[in-house]
């Protein structure tokens, strides 16, 4: 599978932008699908996963509450709904999949997803 984030571009404190996850081959219905950011200087980090299913969401604490990921898999589809930007939250976000069994345990770990995108720049400004 071949994952293609996009949607990121330039945004203010408190504005909201919608992140896409689009993937050419094997349908994003047969994965587990997660996104993670990596800012400037640090490391990648986990920011919100779905089960296959569709049916579980998985948040960090930085973005609970401001954001949400849902899929439309007759669309193919995976999304990050950012509400509330802040500037830390400028980093360049990458989705990804996992088939990894005991996904509830381990879909902090990007080691566990087997599939990246290309990631797309969000830049949050104050």
């Known amino acids: 599978v071949q994952l293609q984030a996009s949607g990121g571009g330039l945004a203010q404190t408190g504005d909201s932008l919608r992140l896409s996850c689009t993937s050419s081959?094997?349908?994003?219905?047969?994965?587990?699908m997660g996104w993670f950011r990596q800012a400037p200087g640090k490391e990648r980090e986990f920011v919100a996963a779905v089960r296959r299913s569709g049916d579980v969401t998985y948040y960090a604490d930085y973005v609970k509450g401001r954001f949400s990921i849902s899929r439309r898999n007759a669309l193919n589809t995976v999304y990050l709904q950012m509400n509330g930007l802040k500037p830390e939250d400028t980093a360049v976000y990458y989705c990804a999949a996992s088939t990894t069994a005991s996904y509830s345990s381990l879909y902090l770990n990007a080691e566990r997803y087997g599939y990246w995108g290309k990631g797309t720049q969000v830049t949050v400004s104050s």
């Open positions: 081959g094997r349908a994003v219905s047969n994965y587990h």
